[in-house]
């Protein structure tokens, strides 16, 4: 079944330390993007990436970097600028070709750091 | 910042109800999306709008895209315990603009 994939579901950390989520998807969608979820908040986008080898910042952008090697996989680093990295971040993925094309989620990864 | 007002912020009702909830802006959408999300889960795409005064039925589910393309709302109807979740308004403003989210409606469903 086609879908995407983020691992781990649950991720700990100290403070300090960088930390890499993973994303894959196999739908062959061209755009990919990381959103945060915090309690009681709507969705914002940290990045998101069109075609490959191409990435645009989103609206809280400070504290995380991205990569775009294969059209597959989006992976999110969050890094130890992040000053409130406990969330929920969400990957998705949509066919950008196509106008308005809906965001299809993964089923996320909690990180929590200490 | 956040440009989607969707509310109510939270729902408690009883099984069998109808149920209402709605997203507003001061700016004008080119398409509206619902979403829902399970405890834990990712969301997953309810119902999506792309004109205005478009009205879509996906089951017990209605959403209407509003006249003006500033609003648009969302009707279950009969609730079933199944339904609780969070129910997400998501909208886009530009042909190839980022969707922008409300925060949310939690409803939760007493059987």
Known sequence: DGGITQSPKYLFRKEGQNVTLSCEQNLNHDAMYWYRQDPGQGLRLIYYSQIVNDFQKGDIAEGYSVSREKKESFPLTVTSAQKNPTAFYLCASSMWSRVNSPLHFGNGTRLTVT | ?111
């Not at chain 2, 079933?80 to 909208?91: E, L, N, R, T």
């Open chain 2, 1 to 111: 910042g956040q440009q989607l007002n969707q509310s109510p912020q939270s729902m408690f009702i009883q099984e069998g109800e109808d149920v209402s909830m709605n997203c507003t802006s001061s700016s004008i959408f080119n398409t509206w999306l619902w979403y829902k999300q399970d405890p834990g889960e990712g969301p997953v795409l309810l119902i999506a709008l792309y004109k205005a005064g478009e009205l879509t039925s996906n089951g017990r589910l209605t959403a209407q895209f509003g006249i003006t393309r500033k609003d648009s709302f969302l009707n279950i109807s009969a609730s079933i315990p199944s339904d609780v979740g969070i129910y997400f308004c998501a909208g886009t403003k530009g042909s190839q603009g980022n969707l922008i989210f409300g925060k949310g409606t939690k409803l939760s469903v007493k059987p």
